[in-house]
């Protein structure tokens, strides 16, 4: 899926082995074959820490928009910490930012009162054309059946654990790779989907 914004020319990419190959143009000063790079980039995604994300987001309970946001062990507060956590400790010591963007979501027909909603993002800047940005996202909030219910176990494995497990991989792989992509990639965990896209209707206006 694409989308244009009015200021920058950002492309949305489904989160994929494939669609997350699709950003990287490798740079001059890798001094290697784009095809090349790709395949370097991909032979360093584990699996087993794909795994070990998604095991640890459904640790959290539930990830509901409207569930705790300072309970430190439960809730979708205590998932957004861990996965800034996380994105920082990959970005440490390279060109990679990352970021809290967090707003206030006024009341909806599935938000009862004034909720703060936060999306994680971890930007790496591009090395030739910084202001063509290419966004991978997955959102890291849950539900049960019953979209208002806050306090249920909502492990939210497949739904959407598994695909924040592979934006954060492939943020930790980007990080660290002597290759850097020519184009801006941006790696966003978002909240708030299950209550009306939220989280991603922000970020796409900032």
């Known amino acids: 899926m694409e989308g244009m914004a009015k200021s920058t020319r950002r492309t949305f990419l489904t989160v994929s082995a494939a669609a997350a190959a699709a950003p990287l143009v490798v740079g001059e000063a890798a001094q290697a074959k784009p095809a090349a790079g790709v395949r370097e980039i991909l032979r360093e995604i584990d699996p087993r820490r794909i795994e070990a994300i998604i095991r640890r987001l459904v640790a959290f309970g539930t990830r509901h928009t409207l ?80 979209v208002m219910n806050a306090t249920a176990d909502a492990p939210g494995a497949d739904d959407d654990a598994s695909g924040v497990a592979v934006v954060m991989e ?31 209707d922000h970020m796409a206006q900032v």
Do not use: C
């Open 67 to 146: 569930s705790s946001q300072d309970d430190p062990v439960r809730g979708i507060g205590a998932a957004r910490d861990w996965i800034f956590a996380e994105m920082q400790r990959y970005a440490a010591g390279t060109p990679m930012t990352v970021e809290l963007q967090s707003f206030i979501q006024p009341v909806s027909p599935r938000v009862p009162e004034p909720t703060r909603i936060t999306n994680v993002i971890a930007t790496l800047p591009g090395s030739v054309s910084p202001e063509r940005i290419y966004v991978v996202t997955g959102h890291y909030d849950s539900r049960v059946t019953d």
């Open 170 to 200: 492939l943020a930790r792989v980007f990080a660290k790779s002597r290759i850097r992509p020519e184009a801006t990639v941006v790696f966003a965990a978002v909240a708030g989907e299950e209550q009306g896209l939220y989280g991603s």
